[in-house]
T-cell receptor
Framework: EAGVTQFPSHSVIEKGQTVTLRCDPI?????LYWYRRVMGKEIKFLLH????????ESGMPNNRFLAERTGGTYSTLKVQPAELEDSGVYFC??????????????FGEGSWLTVV | EDKVVQSPLSLVVHEGDTVTLNCSYE??????LLWYKQEKKAPTFLFML????IEKKSGRLSSILDKKELSSILNITATQTGDSAIYLC?????????????FGGGTRLMVKP
């Protein structure tokens, strides 16, 4: 079974530019989560999709961040325009159930974003 | 706001040492506490704890939850260089129609030969 895959693995962009991160969850997983870890801080929840619907987007930092999951398969997270404080690692995770137990959440390897 | 705090921030030990990592939390509607090991990139699952006082073991790793103290510890005995990683504690709390996972800042463990 293929795991959660994320693209790109690393990205370096200039302040003001746009970056789009992509996440392909495990096939059949309706639940898709985005998390991020900015330098020196803990991993923070951004949002949760159930299929194509946003279940909870309370963690999205501001309106420069836009997440989509058209068709309920892969998801994209766009940052536009990127700011220096957006640098960090963006993790995607998926699970079959919403009421997850620990071993049913699978994480991707993360997309490392550096804004210069 | 839910909060998870891990200590120490980092630890350097020698092979064969025993280490104890701490996690404390303040979470509404606590459901479970999870430990993950993050070596290079993707965090990998170690343990899920839901009941107080019941130790979970996997080889040289063990973990226990204390719901009264709102904390958990992760023990690693006879450490090996392969144990070097960031250990993440996360707590599942009920939020709205689903569950929310709140992470601590992690403990960076380095095991020297």
């Amino acid at each position: 079974e293929a795991g959660v895959t994320q693209f790109p693995s690393h990205s370096v962009i200039e302040k003001g530019q746009t970056v789009t991160l992509r996440c392909d969850p495990i096939s059949g997983h309706d639940n898709l989560y985005w998390y991020r870890r900015v330098m020196g801080k803990e991993i923070k929840f951004l949002l949760h999709f159930v299929k194509e619907s946003k279940q909870d987007e309370s963690g999205m930092p501001n309106n420069r961040f836009l997440a989509e999951r058209t068709g309920g398969t892969y998801s994209t997270l766009k940052v536009q325009p990127a700011e220096l404080e957006d640098s960090g690692v963006y993790f995607c995770a998926s699970s079959r159930r919403t009421d997850f137990s620990g071993n049913t959440i699978y994480f991707g390897e993360g997309s490392w974003l550096t804004v210069v | 706001e839910d909060k998870v705090v891990q200590s120490p921030l980092s630890l350097v030990v020698h092979e064969g040492d025993t280490v104890t990592l701490n996690c404390s939390y303040e979470v509404t509607n606590f459901r479970s506490l999870l430990w993950y090991k993050q070596e290079k990139k993707a965090p990998t699952f170690l343990f899920m704890l839901t009941s107080s006082g019941i130790e979970k073991k996997s080889g040289r790793l063990s973990s226990i939850l204390d719901k009264k103290e709102l904390s958990s510890i992760l023990n690693i005995t006879a450490t090996q260089t392969g144990d070097s990683a960031i250990y993440l504690c996360a707590v599942v709390g009920r939020a709205g129609a689903g569950n929310m996972l709140t992470f601590g800042g992690g403990t960076r463990l380095m095991v020297k030969p």
